[in-house]
């Protein structure tokens, strides 16, 4: 048995009476051992596998092989977590003093709205998680892995270190794997490393000295990674928590999702207004004590003022406009995790998106072709299908009708082991990409039209592959060989080249240009593949280049000039190599001439500050890792910026869980990253996060409409009533008409300003602030002028109707439905800050109309109908009276209106909104 002390790079851990030692192994240290002395430290029998025994007892030690995701809070749990929100601890206090103070109307009111507010949000928030867990219904990963001899197809769940597992073409790797035989196996890594290219692997040790990140680890098969071609046998060295794919998960568990920035302005809400009602309480216990009042009574009149002015309306219209925001964005194929997270874009400034699969579909597709007589052609679509067209000086080229071109896509069809179903591909990303632009053309058949006597295969030693084949009509004809690979291996094959139909000799100056433009692709961030044939080796003919690139998504590019312009700064962070991160960088409009990019390797130099300083100039981070990412998003965070962060790999969790606020793809995205994510969109399109943006913009407009409607009510309601306290007036009042004023205040027509529709003009303002409270300077003059005009208008009515000096039912009906008036016409005016209510349409929200007309209806019962008549103290009113009450409370909307067109006329001049590149 192994001693501690010998082998660096392992643990081993003692189990049992017997201490017989269970090994664990770093994927690094694997990679560094030859084979025979992993499966020595591990314990393990590359041929037979282990004994079933020995599987129970290192599953006792290691656990199963998956992750340990924290057990689901129980249902009460969650709905108690929402009463922490500062406004409902707020209302709670607001409730326990109204049942002090023995004012159970008001506790009760309060109760109720309290209640509203955590079901609506806790109801939410559950379906969202139902949806999430809908769409995570995936098919347990399985393996074929050999146990006492024999090859078993079992659940990747039940591996253990030491076992030894088959791998083949399509195939998700399922665990940390060393690798001891392998036959042309390429692995697709771009879900844990970001980088596009597939992996070809060997099973020699990896010396220490060039052992650096995990795309150096040439012998080891990743967990979560996909075999895109070839076959191989691996012993587990890394299970669950303890593979790399583990160690992005841990630290995504770590990483503690920050506030959303409304979160923030409600806290700062709750806060100042918690402040302003002690003051409120302190000034007039204050001015009672000096005016010789009992303390005690001017306390009771201190806190029920306050308790009014507590609007506990607004949690109400916050949830339930942001649950229809969410129930907006699934119609638009997007899963919104957590309520306020969908109005936490409309303030984004900075998207970090990943490429590989989410600006790109992570599909090779020929792009660009050179055909050897000097002909450019450029090919359209993305994938793996037969969607786009091959373009030629305007010409559609298909079929033979170019036989420059044919014959390329003859030799890319050919020599080829790929094959396309049902758009999807069985072999490796660039034979893919030749197979498409052949189905483009109509050409696929001819890989069926030659047999295939010999074959070559790729090697990343010599760069290029070819077959021998014979016509299927012509057996008795010569062979013909086609060949494909690295322009500068294929071209020492060739002796001529085809121009025209014609087969001439090759000449040095017509390989300095091959090479020429070669180059040129190349640093355009295409692959580039040369192809050629002919009879022998070394007497072959060139026929051209092709160029492939994994193209942009459609409707990428136009969602990122439309962002940019909305004043959002996007950033591109991939694992990719510079040269395909920046060319994709261009096409998007990214990156351009001045533009900066920064590698893994000199961010790891750097420390958070140096980053801070420099990272709101780079346009593209490139051979990025999970680490780099959270770098990254941490930097851009110390500079204030709101960040969203885009991915679908296991390498992005954890920096989606650490931005703003996390978007993950619902179809390509790994289980871990949708874990992490806020936000799923359900069919991968960045599109929609432009309508997420669009929504939070309106959303938080919605609010701010409402808090404006409320607030200015409140201070009406409360200026008019501490007046009369503080002065000795007769109460303009009485207790069921504050009741009714309240309910309004309250009720329909203000939740209905939360549904008002998006403002289409919305996208075009820049992102909000974070650190500005939703009270700003110009609503609080809004808030201010709207309580002045309702308070001196109410107080007219009050004056001109208490002539005599006796209160009357009739004085305190004019003066009651003159303030209910003033509440609808101010509801009006609050449905946008900027825009009239002209320009907005009077009916353009349905709900809000029938809110108002409902608010009328039942204050005309309240003035005619004789036993609520009774109830509040009222009498009937001549039909003059009400068109004096309407034509007077219309001047509160009046004033609001010369207002917004003042603000207008101001930004008439355009002020250059700050970009955070300017931070």
């Given at each position: 048995?192994?001693?501690?002390?010998?082998?660096?790079?392992?643990?081993e851990?003692?189990?049992?009476?017997?201490?017989?030692?269970?090994?664990?192994?770093?994927s690094?240290?694997?990679?560094?051992?030859?084979?025979?002395?992993?499966?020595?430290?591990?314990?393990?029998?590359?041929?037979?596998?282990?004994?079933?025994?020995?599987?129970?007892?290192?599953?006792?030690?290691h656990?199963?092989?998956e992750?340990?995701?924290?057990?689901?809070?129980?249902?009460?749990?969650?709905?108690?977590?929402?009463?922490?929100?500062?406004?409902?601890?707020?209302?709670?206090?607001?409730?326990?003093?109204?049942?002090?103070?023995?004012?159970?109307?008001?506790?009760?009111s309060?109760?109720?709205?309290?209640?509203?507010?955590?079901?609506?949000?806790?109801?939410?928030?559950?379906?969202?998680?139902?949806?999430?867990?809908?769409?995570?219904?995936?098919?347990?990963?399985?393996?074929?892995?050999?146990?006492?001899?024999?090859?078993?197809?079992?659940?990747?769940?039940?591996?253990?270190?030491?076992?030894?597992?088959?791998?083949?073409?399509?195939?998700?790797?399922?665990?940390?794997?060393r690798?001891f035989?392998?036959?042309?196996?390429?692995?697709?890594?771009?879900?844990?490393?970001?980088?596009?290219?597939?992996?070809?692997?060997?099973?020699?040790?990896?010396?220490?000295?060039?052992?650096?990140?995990?795309?150096?680890?040439n012998?080891?098969?990743?967990?979560?990674?996909?075999?895109?071609?070839?076959?191989?046998?691996?012993?587990?060295?890394?299970?669950?928590?303890?593979?790399?794919?583990?160690?992005?998960?841990k630290?995504?568990?770590?990483?503690?999702?920050p506030?959303?920035?409304?979160?923030?302005?409600?806290?700062?809400?709750?806060?100042?207004?918690?402040?302003?009602?002690?003051?409120?309480?302190?000034?007039?216990?204050?001015?009672?004590?000096?005016?010789?009042?009992?303390?005690?009574?001017?306390?009771?009149?201190?806190?029920?003022?306050?308790?009014?002015?507590?609007?506990e309306?607004?949690?109400?219209?916050?949830?339930?406009?942001?649950?229809?925001?969410?129930?907006?964005?699934?119609?638009?194929?997007?899963?919104?995790?957590?309520?306020?997270?969908?109005?936490?874009?409309?303030?984004?400034?900075?998207?970090?998106?990943?490429?590989?699969?989410?600006?790109?579909?992570?599909?090779?597709?020929?792009?660009?072709?050179?055909?050897?007589?000097?002909?450019?052609?450029?090919?359209?679509?993305?994938g793996?299908?037969?969607?786009?067209?091959?373009?030629?000086?305007?010409?559609?080229?298909?079929?033979?009708?170019?036989?420059?071109?044919?014959?390329?896509?003859?030799v890319?069809?050919?020599?080829?082991?790929?094959?396309?179903?049902?758009?999807?591909?069985?072999?490796?990303?660039?034979?893919?990409?030749?197979?498409?632009?052949?189905?483009?053309?109509?050409?696929?058949?001819?890989?069926?039209?030659?047999?295939?006597?010999?074959?070559?295969?790729?090697?990343?030693?010599?760069?290029?592959?070819?077959?021998?084949?014979?016509?299927?009509?012509?057996?008795?004809?010569?062979?013909?060989?086609?060949?494909?690979?690295?322009?500068?291996?294929?071209?020492?094959?060739?002796?001529?080249?085809?121009?025209?139909?014609?087969?001439?000799?090759?000449?040095?100056?017509?390989?300095?240009?091959?090479?020429?433009?070669?180059?040129?692709?190349?640093?355009?961030?295409?692959r580039?593949?040369?192809?050629?044939?002919?009879?022998?080796?070394?007497?072959?003919?060139?026929?051209?280049?092709?160029?492939?690139?994994?193209?942009?998504?459609?409707?990428?590019?136009?969602?990122?000039?439309?962002?940019?312009?909305?004043?959002?700064?996007?950033?591109?962070?991939?694992?990719?190599?510079?040269?395909?991160?920046?060319?994709?960088?261009?096409?998007?409009?990214?990156?351009?001439?001045?533009?900066?990019?920064?590698?893994?390797?000199?961010?790891?130099?750097?420390?958070?500050?140096?980053?801070?300083?420099?990272?709101?100039?780079?346009?593209?981070?490139?051979?990025?890792?999970?680490?780099?990412?959270?770098?990254?998003?941490?930097?851009?965070?110390?500079?204030?910026?709101?960040?969203?962060?885009?991915?679908?790999?296991v390498?992005?969790?954890?920096?989606?869980?650490?931005?703003?606020?996390g978007?993950?793809?619902?179809?390509?995205?790994?289980?871990?990253?949708?874990?992490?994510?806020?936000?799923?969109?359900?069919?991968?399109?960045?599109?929609t996060?432009?309508?997420?943006?669009?929504?939070?913009?309106?959303?938080?407009?919605?609010?701010?409409?409402?808090?404006?409607?409320?607030?200015?009510?409140?201070?009406?309601?409360?200026?008019l009533?501490?007046?009369?306290?503080?002065m000795?007036?007769?109460?303009?009042l009485?207790?069921?008409?504050?009741?009714?004023?309240?309910?309004?205040?309250?009720?329909?027509?203000?939740?209905?300003?939360?549904?008002?529709?998006?403002?289409?003009?919305?996208?075009?303002?820049?992102?909000?602030?974070?650190?500005?409270s939703?009270?700003?300077?110009?609503?609080?003059?809004?808030?201010?002028?709207?309580?002045?005009t309702?308070?001196s208008g109410?107080?007219?009515?009050?004056?001109?109707?208490?002539?005599?000096?006796?209160?009357?039912?009739?004085?305190?009906?004019?003066?009651?439905?003159?303030?209910?008036?003033?509440?609808?016409?101010?509801?009006?005016?609050?449905?946008?800050?900027?825009?009239?209510?002209?320009?907005?349409?009077?009916?353009?929200?349905?709900?809000?109309?029938?809110?108002?007309?409902?608010?009328?209806?039942?204050?005309?019962?309240?003035?005619?109908?004789?036993?609520?008549?009774?109830?509040?103290?009222?009498?009937?009113?001549?039909?003059?009276?009400?068109?004096?009450?309407?034509?007077?409370?219309?001047?509160?909307?009046?004033?609001?209106?010369?207002?917004?067109?003042?603000?207008?006329?101001?930004?008439?001049i355009?002020?250059?909104?700050?970009?955070?590149?300017?931070?």
């Amino acid at each position: 048995m192994l001693r501690s002390a010998g082998i660096p790079g392992s643990e081993e851990v003692y189990h049992g009476e017997n201490e017989i030692m269970i090994p664990v192994l770093s994927s690094r240290r694997a990679s560094e051992l030859p084979v025979d002395e992993v499966a020595s430290i591990l314990q393990g029998d590359l041929h037979n596998g282990l004994k079933n025994c020995e599987i129970s007892r290192r599953r006792t030690y290691h656990g199963w092989n998956e992750f340990e995701i924290n057990e689901d809070e129980p249902l009460w749990k969650k709905y108690i977590s929402q009463f922490k929100n500062p406004l409902i601890i707020l209302l709670l206090a607001s409730a326990v003093i109204s049942v002090i103070m023995q004012q159970l109307d008001d506790a009760v009111s309060i109760t109720v709205a309290i209640i509203i507010v955590v079901t609506v949000a806790f109801v939410q928030e559950y379906r969202s998680e139902k949806s999430l867990e809908e769409l995570s219904k995936l098919v347990p990963p399985e393996c074929h892995c050999v146990r006492e001899g024999r090859v078993e197809h079992l659940l990747a769940r039940e591996l253990v270190p030491g076992d030894t597992v088959c791998l083949t073409v399509g195939d998700k790797v399922p665990a940390d794997l060393r690798l001891f035989e392998v036959v042309d196996i390429s692995i697709d890594e771009s879900s844990l490393t970001g980088e596009t290219s597939p992996c070809s692997k060997s099973t020699s040790p990896q010396p220490t000295s060039t052992n650096g990140d995990l795309t150096s680890r040439n012998n080891i098969a990743f967990m979560g990674t996909l075999v895109r071609c070839g076959r191989a046998k691996g012993i587990v060295v890394g299970t669950g928590e303890n593979s790399e794919f583990g160690e992005v998960f841990k630290m995504m568990q770590a990483e503690e999702a920050p506030k959303t920035p409304l979160q923030k302005s409600m806290d700062l809400l709750g806060k100042q207004l918690s402040l302003y009602s002690f003051g409120i309480i302190g000034v007039i216990m204050l001015v009672g004590w000096l005016q010789g009042k009992r303390i005690l009574d001017m306390f009771t009149i201190g806190v029920s003022l306050a308790v009014a002015a507590i609007p506990e309306g607004l949690p109400i219209v916050v949830t339930v406009t942001l649950a229809l925001g969410v129930m907006r964005m699934v119609k638009k194929r997007a899963i919104v995790k957590k309520l306020p997270i969908v109005e936490t874009l409309g303030c984004c400034n900075v998207i970090c998106s990943d490429k590989t699969g989410t600006l790109t579909k992570n599909e090779m597709t020929v792009t660009h072709i050179y055909t050897s007589d000097g002909q450019h052609a450029e090919v359209t679509g993305v994938g793996y299908n037969r969607h786009g067209e091959v373009v030629m000086d305007g010409e559609v080229i298909h079929g033979f009708s170019k036989s420059s071109i044919s014959k390329m896509v003859e030799v890319g069809c050919v020599c080829n082991d790929a094959v396309i179903r049902i758009d999807a591909l069985m072999g490796k990303p660039t034979e893919g990409a030749l197979i498409a632009l052949a189905m483009k053309m109509g050409l696929e058949g001819l890989q069926q039209d030659y047999i295939r006597r010999a074959e070559y295969p790729f090697t990343s030693e010599q760069k290029w592959m070819a077959v021998k084949c014979v016509h299927k009509t012509q057996q008795d004809k010569a062979e013909i060989y086609f060949m494909k690979g690295a322009h500068e291996q294929v071209i020492r094959f060739c002796s001529s080249y085809s121009s025209h139909s014609q087969t001439l000799p090759l000449t040095q100056q017509q390989k300095e240009l091959y090479q020429q433009e070669e180059k040129y692709m190349g640093t355009a961030g295409l692959r580039v593949l040369a192809l050629a044939s002919g009879p022998e080796l070394g007497q072959l003919t060139f026929l051209g280049l092709v160029g492939m690139i994994d193209p942009p998504k459609s409707g990428v590019k136009e969602a990122v000039a439309a962002l940019i312009n909305a004043g959002v700064v996007i950033k591109m962070v991939t694992g990719d190599s510079q040269e395909t991160a920046v060319a994709i960088a261009t096409r998007l409009g990214l990156y351009s001439k001045g533009s900066q990019t920064l590698s893994g390797e000199e961010l790891d130099s750097m420390d958070i500050q140096q980053l801070s300083q420099i990272a709101p100039k780079i346009a593209v981070f490139y051979r990025s890792s999970p680490r780099h990412k959270l770098k990254i998003i941490k930097s851009l965070q110390n500079n204030g910026a709101v960040v969203a962060m885009t991915g679908d790999g296991v390498n992005d969790a954890v920096a989606l869980k650490a931005a703003d606020i996390g978007v993950a793809m619902g179809q390509t995205g790994t289980d871990v990253c949708k874990e992490a994510a806020d936000m799923i969109l359900v069919d991968d399109d960045f599109k929609t996060i432009m309508s997420a943006i669009e929504e939070g913009k309106g959303i938080y407009n919605n609010i701010k409409n409402f808090v404006r409607f409320q607030l200015s009510t409140s201070i009406a309601a409360l200026t008019l009533i501490s007046l009369a306290t503080l002065m000795n007036f007769p109460n303009p009042l009485n207790a069921m008409q504050i009741l009714w004023i309240n309910i309004i205040m309250d009720g329909p027509p203000a939740q209905s300003l939360g549904v008002e529709p998006v403002d289409k003009d919305v996208i075009r303002q820049p992102p909000r602030n974070v650190t500005d409270s939703i009270l700003t300077r110009s609503l609080i003059v809004k808030i201010l002028v709207s309580s002045l005009t309702i308070v001196s208008g109410t107080l007219f009515v009050f004056w001109r109707e208490l002539q005599d000096n006796v209160i009357t039912p009739r004085d305190t009906t004019m003066t009651f439905t003159c303030f209910v008036f003033f509440d609808m016409f101010n509801a009006w005016s609050s449905r946008s800050q900027t825009k009239s209510v002209f320009e907005i349409g009077l009916c353009s929200n349905r709900m809000f109309c029938y809110a108002v007309l409902g608010s009328i209806m039942g204050q005309l019962l309240v003035i005619y109908f004789p036993p609520l008549q009774r109830v509040f103290q009222t009498e009937s009113l001549s039909i003059l009276d009400l068109l004096f009450l309407v034509g007077l409370t219309s001047s509160v909307c009046i004033v609001s209106e010369i207002m917004k067109s003042l603000e207008r006329r101001k930004e008439k001049i355009p002020k250059q909104s700050k970009s955070f590149l300017d931070v």
